[in-house]
């Protein structure tokens, strides 16, 4: 069964970039859509963008100057940097698979939290 | 920008009754709309997709209904696990526009 585990610095100052890595093991990751969705405290969910395993990828455009979601098959995983990092972009980060549909995450790793703070 | 709005904010039922959460959108997204289900401290977790398909190992107490600009989630004969977060998802547009309910509180009455 395929797991989903997010890694990364908890703490990022402001003005910097955030990087988040997704490691996926029980499944290879070609061939599948793959999205970072990301939990502020105490609110809702906010879509980041999706990369498909040959490379493609689409971002949500109100973060899309901002974002680029990578790929390393090699180590099966894919990346998240998030530059200019604000107070606003704490939150907690979630990897997903997406089986259905390109931006419908079926399986969700645990979640990893970043706060932006100096 | 596609807005979600989930009522109530929070739904207060007894274990054993039924449960009724409801999503409107601010423009019709067709079917394409799905839900999930988020205990605390835990990652979401796909309940419906396609507006009424149960995704795999749902529980069929939990169904999905309606299309368009309104949608609801039904879970019947609730459960102590059932209590949670709900929110709702479209994905109508492509290039994606995705965007997210605020979400429903269910707790135990």
């Known amino acids: 069964q395929v797991q989903l585990q997010e890694s990364g610095p908890g703490l990022v100052k402001p003005s910097e970039t955030l990087s988040l890595t997704c490691t996926v093991s029980?499944?290879?990751?070609?061939?599948?859509?793959w999205s970072w969705i990301r939990q502020p405290p105490g609110k809702g969910l906010e879509w980041i963008g999706f990369?498909?395993?040959?490379?493609?990828?689409n971002y949500n455009p109100s973060l899309q100057s901002r974002v680029t979601i990578s790929e390393d098959t090699s180590k099966n995983q894919f990346s998240l940097k998030l530059t200019s990092v604000t107070a606003a972009d704490t939150a907690v980060y979630y990897c997903?698979?997406?089986?259905?549909?390109?931006?419908?995450?079926?399986?969700w790793g645990k979640g990893t939290t970043v706060t932006v703070s100096s | 920008e596609i807005v979600l709005t989930q009522s109530p904010a929070t739904l207060s039922v007894s274990p054993g009754e039924r449960a009724t959460l409801s999503c409107r959108a601010s423009?019709?997204?067709?079917?394409?709309l799905a839900w999930y289900q988020q205990k605390r401290g835990q990652a979401p977790r796909l309940l419906i997709h396609?507006?009424?398909t149960r995704a795999t190992g749902v529980p069929a107490r939990f169904s999905g209904s309606g299309s368009g600009t309104e949608f609801t989630l039904t879970i019947n004969s609730l459960q102590s696990e059932d209590f949670a977060v709900y929110y709702c998802?479209?994905?109508?547009?492509?290039?994606?526009?995705?965007?997210f309910g605020q979400g429903t509180k269910l707790e135990i009455k």
């Open positions: 029980g499944g290879s990751i070609s061939n599948y859509y």
């Open positions: 990369i498909y395993s040959s490379g493609g990828t």
């Open positions: 998802h479209q994905y109508n547009n492509w290039p994606p526009r995705d965007t």
């Open positions: 997903t698979r997406n089986t259905l549909h390109p931006t419908v995450g079926d399986v």
């Open positions: 423009q019709s997204v067709s079917s394409n």
């Open positions: 396609g507006a009424s």
